[in-house]
């Protein structure tokens, strides 16, 4: 245990970071969960990845423009797919996304073959390094994270099958760069699926609410053990999400007694 580490200039943006994540990926994991393609954020993430992956094989970095644009447009380029495959096969688009989820991992892993450092960098994608997240990487998430949520709201289901992926492939190539693909995934799905039976108008703040709660106490007890942060939140996003899940009977009794 090491009371010592507890820095606020490290955990401070780590937290606005986490903050950052959930405040796209809550709307929009619940959006996920109404048209049952739960695993798209891990297709999106890991072809984003491997964006990233490509890029440094090249022999750009990883932290680079270059290596972000190559995030996006993989990214983008999956949710084109992703697009058409449910035009033409919608009855099995959940499948697909998880065909498309293993051939983008199993790329990474054949891209970082021959590179002594490979394995780490993988890692790294995998797992994040929520820690070493400074206020410069905040600002332009920030910004775009803004611009996904004003569209979000204002559209909704009028930007269209693409317009959705496309807005979800930008809201996890960010993501992804901050937090790692674990975290970006936990953050997409444990929330909307906790506070799916709540009545509709309390679930958005306790999934924005749980989300907090959960990556402040992961980054604490992370810190405070020296255990590997990304999965420590992913943990402490689970036991929140236990802790606040509500049965459907449960939920539509209380919604009763709020319309009373």
Known sequence: M????????ILLPAFLAGLL???THVPLGMQVLSRGIVFIDLAIAQIATLGVIAADRMGFEPAGWVAQVAAVSAALLG???????????PEIQEALIGVLFVLAASGGVILVANNPHGGEHLQELLAGQILWVGYAQLLPVAVLSAIILALWFRLGDRLGRFGFYGLFAFAVTASVQLVGVYLVFASLIVPALACRAYAPRRRLPAAYCLGAVAYALGLGLSTLFDLPTGPVVVWALALTGMAMHRSDNAADIQVGRWEK
């Open 79 to 89: 949710a084109a797919l992703l697009t058409w495959s449910e035009k033409r096969w």
């Open 2 to 9: 090491n009371l010592d580490a507890f820095n606020l200039s």
């Open 21 to 23: 994540v959930l405040s």
